[in-house]
């Protein structure tokens, strides 16, 4: 299913509102690295993103390292930035 990609104007705006996300692999992904206390807090935050994801059907790009959790946002019917992924980083600040 296309997707429209985000305008450079939409991309600022999401940088705007998301100050701890920062833009990667020229502008088509989002990415930020979290860290927890321990891996128990890091999985269980792991789970939450994963509910959040499929239930929009907007699924992370991530991995895990212990404590670390890095996720990449960007949208493959896109091929980059879309609407979604402004949305799923909303999600997951709010978390
Ligand atoms: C068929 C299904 O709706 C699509 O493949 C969804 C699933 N999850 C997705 N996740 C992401 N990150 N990008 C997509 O384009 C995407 N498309």
Same mark, same amino acid.
């Given at each position: 299913?296309? $997707?429209?990609?985000?305008? =450079?104007?939409?991309?600022?705006? !999401?940088?705007?509102?998301?100050?701890?996300?920062? !833009? #990667?692999?020229? /502008?088509? *992904?989002?990415?930020?690295? @979290?860290? @927890? &206390?321990? @891996?128990?807090? #890091?999985? /269980? @935050?792991?789970?939450?993103?994963? !509910?959040?994801?499929?239930?929009?059907? %907007? %699924?992370?790009?991530?991995?895990? $390292?212990?404590?670390?959790?890095? +996720? &990449?946002?960007?949208?493959?019917? &896109?091929?980059?930035?879309?609407?979604? =992924? *402004?949305?799923?980083?909303?999600? +997951?600040? &709010?978390?």
């Amino acid at each position: 299913m296309a $997707v429209a990609r985000l305008t =450079d104007s939409e991309r600022e705006e !999401l940088l705007r509102r998301h100050p701890e996300w920062s !833009l #990667a692999r020229d /502008g088509d *992904a989002i990415e930020r690295t @979290f860290a @927890f &206390a321990d @891996f128990n807090e #890091a999985f /269980g @935050f792991m789970t939450r993103v994963a !509910l959040l994801a499929d239930k929009a059907d %907007h %699924h992370p790009e991530w991995s895990n $390292v212990y404590n670390r959790v890095q +996720i &990449a946002l960007t949208t493959h019917d &896109a091929g980059g930035l879309s609407q979604r =992924d *402004a949305d799923m980083a909303k999600a +997951i600040d &709010a978390l």
